[in-house]
């Protein structure tokens, strides 16, 4: 496996990351020291990581969080080392990560909604890790990917098929299973049925690939940045609207017949594109809330609203994915084509391009840069 790492005298790892150390500065890429393998960690030589729109919004401190730190959490690699208590995983394999690991033991896990999971989310953040300069580093999301190894507990690594492309499997860890999860498993949308895609990202444009392989028969994608309405019409959008120069609303109501669509997915967390998605739901529909917003933003309903409209207003974290069981399918999809990952990826970069990708992403001018490392694909 080729790598630059170097090994400390206790056992743990010198390599390269893309460090944040306050909200609203640049990353800066230099060294940092892994903590040595314990019994139940995994050390992953990261293939490749998605850029995502929620490591902008600790960035930009959207989400809060903890610094310093290292973002990164929608990524692929090859196990390099795993602690003597580690049975799910052997050197060698190779893994999707997953920033929201089930402890399969809490009220959450046994409820059957692994995605709410805070015991492994803890576990997954306040756990050994690294530093740098002699400064203690949080691991960004619970995975820090945006380097060239990553040390995580081992419920944070799910074995893929080798024959997968790592770095299209990558975003399954993040981007598609949020999105496509989204439509199979929080909303349950059945064929047939009419969706409202607002919000044509990365996570966005899975949604849309979600509800095409449901069977939808009308998706409407609705963004303000006519690059993402055509990769949206690649992806399986029947209809798009262009928010900046038309009334969504409307537009989606005179697609329906004047009634609205049955699902209305929300990916962008901010409080006007929630009101949209609500008011675009016809009566009786369903609006899906996936984009991940501030804690400060509030969204007003009248109780008379409510009660006419009788729409459902559901959250959805991490499309109510459980990795184990999600991952490995979704890898498959990827592989077979069945679900277009290489049309999401806008451009692959090394690391040290990391923060001209952010600047693309808040720009719109990509839908998602793919940090490739030197060893991608490769086997230890």
């Known amino acids: ?95 999707v990560l997953t920033w929201m690991p089930p402890c399969r033991r809490c009220f959450w896990c046994l409820a059957g909604q692994p995605m709410l999971c805070n015991v492994g989310m803890g576990e997954s953040i306040g756990g050994p890790y690294a530093s740098v300069g002699g400064d203690k580093l949080i691991r960004g999301l619970g995975t820090a990917t945006f380097a060239e190894q990553t040390l995580v507990p081992e419920a944070q690594v799910v074995p893929v098929d080798r024959a997968a492309p790592l770095e299209l499997a990558a975003l399954v860890g993040c981007a598609l299973s949020t999105g496509i999860g989204a439509v199979w498993h929080t909303a349950g949308v059945e064929p047939g049925s009419t969706v409202a895609v607002i919000g044509c990202g990365g996570v966005g444009l899975s949604v849309i690939q979600g509800a095409r392989l449901a069977g939808a028969s009308t998706i409407v994608a609705v963004d303000h940045m006519g690059a993402k309405l055509k990769a949206a019409q690649s992806m399986g959008a029947t209809d798009v609207i262009d928010s900046s120069s038309t009334d969504a609303v409307a537009g989606i109501q005179a697609l329906t017949g004047g009634l609205g669509v049955d699902y209305a997915f929300e990916v962008v967390g901010r409080a006007p594109t929630i009101r949209l998605a609500f008011e675009a739901a016809r009566r009786g529909g369903t609006a899906v809330l996936v984009g991940a917003g501030s804690p400060s933003e509030e969204v007003t ?66 839908v998602r840069s793919v940090i490739v490392f030197d060893n991608a694909g490769g086997d230890s």
């Open 1 to 95: 496996m080729t790598t630059g790492a170097r090994t400390t005298k206790d056992g743990g790892q010198v390599v390269r990351a893309a460090v944040l150390r306050q909200v609203g500065s640049p990353f800066e890429v230099e060294e940092i020291t892994l903590e040595p393998v314990g019994p139940r960690y995994v050390r992953v030589q990261m293939a490749a990581s998605g850029v995502c729109h929620s490591d902008l919004s600790v960035q930009n401190g959207t989400i809060p969080f903890m610094f310093p730190t290292v973002l990164g959490h929608e990524g692929s690699g090859v196990v390099a080392e795993i602690g003597s208590a580690v049975s799910r995983v052997a050197v060698g394999d190779h893994v």
């Open 301 to 366: 309903f009248s109780a008379f609203e409510l009660f006419v409209g009788a729409k459902t207003l559901v959250g959805c974290v991490y499309g109510s994915t459980d990795p184990d069981r999600d991952f490995p399918s979704m890898v498959d999809l990827v592989t077979k084509g069945t679900i277009d990952a290489e049309g999401m990826v806008s451009r692959r970069i090394g690391l040290d391009d990391i923060n001209d990708a952010f600047r693309a992403m808040e720009a719109g001018e990509v």
